[in-house]
């Protein structure tokens, strides 16, 4: 115990909020604090996806225009998706569908899936060997349909400035399940603007569509925000397992790391939106890329899971200041 502080909060912490008014009336968030700059904001009733993150005061993430919205505003049909898409810095995409809305297999499947839209079963935290973690439990289990959970950890150190998300996946059914997952991470001004400096360890980088074929060799270069600018994306291609992204902000002196196992999540997809209050970059590891859930089955790309089967997830987020 420390003997100059009266309760750990003065230090380090977790602490319990619920918000009230506006989209995200009730919303329950976990505001941790590691005691060494980095914060991050987890939401229990969104997957446990984390909204917000902060390193020395400083805003790493990128919040849409739709803010914080609850689980019932959630639609993920046609363009009814974006009412209720915060982003923040973590959203998870699947797990029975990744990007575009589409009918696979007979079933009608929503935009980036439902998970990052359900309430966790259950929600808790505890304090471990220099590590705040947070516990959930999110289940996609149906009637007549798929049985996915999703159980969580999310690991704060206090000892250093970085978090790990790690991820099992469950099939609690009888029967084998497609399953996608992507990882929509989601970084924002000041972190980016287009002084950014941004590396991804990928082999091969194949632009997702025409558009963003004609400016594949700025990729990783940033632009300032501009009026009517369309979204690209880049699919990226790794040749060895130690999977890396990072990004850097020289005015501020410092930025993030990206690590993953690419043996795990084998595919990974750079957003890159540069329009007017639209200004975000995605990074965002998974094990399919986007495109919708009947692609990735025609490309022979689509993961199955057995009756029964587990399955492990591991990205690791590190705050880096000064040198990069």
């Not at 060799?217 to 009026?227: D, Y």
Request: charged share 25%; hydrophobic share 30%; aromatic share 10%.
């Amino acid at each position: 115990m420390n003997p100059y502080i009266g309760h750990d909060s003065q230090i380090y912490g977790i602490e319990e909020h619920r918000l009230v008014g506006g989209k995200g009336d009730g919303l329950r968030l976990y505001e941790v604090n590691n005691g060494k700059g980095l914060m991050l904001t987890v939401s229990p009733d969104r997957n446990g996806d984390i909204t917000r993150l902060r390193f020395k005061g400083i805003n790493m993430s990128y919040m849409s225009p739709s803010g914080y919205a609850a689980p019932a505003y959630f639609n993920g049909f046609g363009d009814n998706w974006k009412v209720s898409f915060t982003a923040g810095f973590l959203t998870t995409c699947g797990l029975e569908n990744v990007s575009c809305c589409c009918t696979d297999d007979g079933e009608e499947l929503p935009f980036h899936g439902s998970i990052g839209n359900r309430p966790c079963e259950q929600a808790y935290w505890t304090e471990e060997d220099g590590k705040l973690v947070i516990h959930t439990v999110t289940k996609d289990e149906v009637l007549f349909g798929r049985k996915l959970r999703l159980e969580r950890r999310i690991e704060v150190s206090t000892e250093e400035n970085s978090f790990e998300i790690c991820d099992v996946v469950k099939n609690t059914g009888d029967r084998v399940e497609p399953m996608e997952l992507l990882y929509h991470m989601n970084m924002g001004y000041p972190l980016l603007d287009e002084d950014s400096i941004v590396k991804i360890s990928s082999a091969e980088v194949i632009p997702y569509d025409d558009h963003a074929a004609e400016d594949i060799a700025n990729w990783m270069h940033m632009e300032k925000p501009t009026p009517n600018c369309q979204e690209r994306c880049y699919l990226h291609k790794f040749a060895d397992k130690n999977g890396k992204a990072s990004i850097f902000q020289p005015k501020l002196g410092m930025g993030l790391s990206i690590t993953f196992d690419t043996e795990e999540l084998d595919s990974f997809v750079e957003w890159k939106s540069m329009g007017v209050r639209d200004y975000a970059l995605g990074l965002e590891c998974g094990n399919c890329y986007p495109g919708g859930r009947d692609i990735m089955r025609k490309t022979g790309m689509l993961k199955f899971m057995q009756p029964g089967e587990v399955k492990e997830y591991h990205v690791k987020i590190t705050m880096m200041e000064e040198n990069h």
